[in-house]
C-alpha cells in the first residue's frame, strides 16, 4: 500500500504537534533590492568561493513563540527572475543555535550559545534556486527551537570551493540586517558587518518540495504537488530514453557524499538515497498521510535507470525530498 503507508514505513515518528504552520520571513518577504553573493559565492574566485558567515532572526521574527517549535526548512530569494540555477559547494556546514545577546560577535563560536546543532553537512554538494521564488537551501534534519534556550536564533553557513552550475544569478537579495563574514575560509573570526545579512525564510512545521544534486545522463526527477497532510505529490523523471527500465528509490536519509558509480562505468553518476523501497515507475502519484505524527519527516527519492545507451548501462538522476508538513 504505497499510497498510505510509505511515509510511516520508511520514517521515524517525531511526535510534533498539529499546529498550523507558516514560513516567516527575515526581515520581510519582498524579493527586490540589491544583490549580495556571500556566504555562497562566485564561480571560480577565490577568496569568495570559502566563506564562513552568520545571522540571526529575533524572537519576534520568530513570531514569540512561547514553546518549542520546529524548524524544518530554511530558504534564500535569487536576484535574478530568468530561470533555474544550480549552485555547487564543494563542502558546505550548516548550524543553528539559540542566544539571548541583541547583537552577533566577531568571533563566530560566542554567538553559539545554547542548542548547538548542525542542520547541514555535505559535501559535493548542489541546490537548486529559482529566480522570483524563495529557494530551499536543504536541511538534513530538523532544528527544534526551544525559547527558554535563548531568545533569538543564530545560523551559521559555512561553505568551500564555491561555484555556479548553471544559470545567470549572481545571488541573492539583501535585508537590512547584520552579519559576520570570513572571506577564505571557514575561520574563527570575522567582520561585522551591518545592513547585508541575506533575507531568508524558515519553515516552521511547513511542507515544503526539493531538489538537489545532479542526474547524469541527462535524467532529471521533478517534484510537483504538495506535502501538506492529506494532499497529493507526485514524482516524476524527464530526460530518460523511451528504452529504459527505470526505478524509482524511495528513503529516508542522504548517502553523503552521494556513492560514486564511476567504477562500473557510469562516469558522474551518484546515487543520493539508502534503499528502503524500489518501484518500477518514471512516475509516481501519491497522497500524503494525514496524520500530525509525521510533521517534519522527509522522504527522499532518486531514480536509477537501465538502458545499453547509458555507460555502464545504468544512469541516475538528482534526488528529490519531501518535508512533510501543514499548510505553508
Request: with cysteine; hydrophobic share 40%.
Amino acid at each position: 500500500m504505497f499510497q498510505l503507508n510509505l511515509l510511516s514505513a520508511v520514517a521515524a515518528v517525531f511526535l510534533a504537534s498539529a499546529a498550523s504552520a507558516q514560513t516567516v520571513y527575515v526581515p520581510d518577504s519582498s524579493q527586490v533590492g540589491g544583490c549580495m553573493t556571500t556566504p555562497f559565492g562566485l564561480p571560480a574566485l577565490s577568496p569568495l568561493s570559502d566563506m564562513r558567515y552568520q545571522t540571526m532572526a529575533t524572537a519576534a521574527d520568530l513570531g514569540n513563540p512561547t514553546g518549542p517549535i520546529t524548524i524544518a526548512n530554511i530558504g534564500f530569494a535569487p536576484c535574478n527572475p530568468r530561470g533555474d540555477n544550480v549552485t555547487h559547494h564543494a563542502t558546505i556546514k550548516v548550524t543553528m543555535a539559540q542566544t539571548d545577546a541583541a547583537s552577533l560577535s566577531g568571533v563566530f563560536q560566542n554567538n553559539l550559545v545554547n542548542n548547538v546543532v548542525t542542520v547541514l553537512d555535505a559535501t559535493d554538494y548542489q541546490w537548486k534556486s529559482v529566480g522570483g521564488e524563495w529557494s530551499r537551501l536543504g536541511m538534513q534534519r530538523s532544528y527544534t527551537f526551544d525559547p527558554s534556550m535563548g531568545a533569538n536564533l543564530v545560523l551559521d553557513i559555512c561553505v568551500t570551493g564555491s561555484k555556479k552550475c548553471s544559470g545567470t544569478s549572481l545571488g541573492f537579495h539583501p535585508g537590512e540586517r547584520w552579519r559576520v563574514v570570513a572571506r577564505g575560509g571557514c575561520l574563527p573570526t570575522g567582520v561585522v558587518e551591518p545592513f547585508a545579512a541575506l533575507k531568508w525564510c524558515l519553515d516552521i512545521d511547513a511542507w515544503s518540495l526539493n531538489e538537489y544534486g545532479k542526474g547524469c545522463q541527462d535524467l532529471d526527477l521533478q517534484l510537483t504537488g504538495s506535502g501538506q497532510l492529506g494532499e497529493n505529490v507526485t514524482i516524476s523523471l524527464s530526460g530518460h530514453p523511451p528504452s529504459a527500465l527505470c526505478v524509482l528509490i524511495v528513503g529516508n536519509r542522504d548517502v553523503e557524499p552521494g556513492f560514486d558509480l564511476s567504477g562500473i562505468g557510469a562516469t558522474g553518476c551518484k546515487v543520493y538515497v539508502n534503499s528502503l523501497l524500489a518501484i518500477p515507475t518514471s512516475g509516481k502519484t501519491f497522497k500524503v498521510p494525514p496524520g500530525p505524527h509525521i510533521i517534519g519527516e522527509r522522504l527522499c527519492a532518486q531514480f536509477h535507470c537501465l538502458d545499453s545507451s547509458y555507460p555502464g548501462m545504468v544512469a541516475t538522476s538528482d534526488e528529490g525530498v519531501i518535508i512533510v508538513g501543514n499548510a505553508q
